[in-house]
């Protein structure tokens, strides 16, 4: 019987996770069959609910991180904390866990970001609720988010209470001459704003763009520092959803794992 996983999302067509995997089942000489298909949260519990034997795990993207806890057993810690999870392993019940965390602190450390005191986040989604934790994880005791709709904070806010972390909400359109250590922008890449920095934010903050398609995204493109691609992200919250469909747990190196990574890596140019 064939392994069987997917991504799950909407939209979908977009996905690298697919070659992503692939390289990493191919290194490790596993013969999984990993797809993506389009699934929104109206048709979710559906498709979760019947699924056979062969299915091993699914990733979930787009707008399904937080419709699929319902649907779990059971979570790891950063599901736990941050309401997120992206990653569904079918192994004693339906385990979730949250890869993203892992994926946006890995990525600082792979750029020399080892420390944060000072962020500033846009956007109020599910990313948003792991870049907070990642940054509290990276040391950041300050965490400014700015939102389309400030009132509409929410889990967020209870999330920032969690982590003893000092919030502050802004429009998503305020002008500041502060500088934060990194801001993480949590938008996706299609979409419209005029978002403007100073010079001085742009030469010195690390600006981490989760957007990766298409890239550079408008806001990296303006950037004068540090640029940290969405599709770094990618990669190794990929890398730690391997560990997960074939350990069974996401702190759980790979055999050869850094020649698993450098396949994923090649497989999107990273």
Do not use: C
């Amino acid at each position: 019987m064939t392994t069987r996983l997917a991504v799950l999302g909407s939209p979908i067509s977009h996905s690298k996770s697919p070659l992503l995997h692939a390289a990493a089942y191919e290194q490790l000489g596993l013969d999984w069959q990993y797809e993506a298909i389009e699934i929104t949260g109206q048709t979710l519990r559906e498709f979760v609910e019947t699924r056979d034997g062969s299915w091993r795990g699914l990733s979930l993207t787009m707008p399904l991180k937080r419709d699929v806890l319902p649907l779990l057993d059971s979570r790891d810690d950063a599901a736990e904390l941050t309401g997120v999870a992206n990653t569904l392993l079918f192994a004693e019940g339906r385990r979730g866990f949250n890869t993203d965390v892992y994926g946006i602190t890995e990525a600082f450390r792979a750029n020399g970001v080892s420390s944060l005191t000072r962020v500033l986040i846009l956007g109020g989604g599910a990313t948003a609720a792991s870049a907070m934790v990642a940054a509290h994880d990276l040391g950041a005791s300050q965490v400014t988010l700015r939102l389309r709709h400030p009132m509409k904070v929410g889990l967020l806010q209870s999330l920032a209470l969690d982590l003893d972390v000092d919030l502050a909400v802004e429009a998503i359109d305020t002008v500041s001459s502060d500088v934060p250590d990194a801001i993480i922008s949590t938008l996706p890449g299609h979409s419209e704003h005029d978002l403007v920095f100073a010079e001085p934010i742009r030469q010195q903050s690390v600006l981490f763009d989760v957007a990766y398609d298409p890239w550079p995204s408008r806001l990296a493109s303006t950037w004068l520092g540090t640029v940290i691609s969405g599709l770094e992200m990618l990669t190794l919250q990929a890398l730690a959803q391997v560990r997960v469909f074939v350990n069974g747990e996401p702190d759980a190196a790979l055999p050869s794992e850094a020649a698993v990574l450098a396949a994923m890596k090649r497989a999107v140019t990273l």
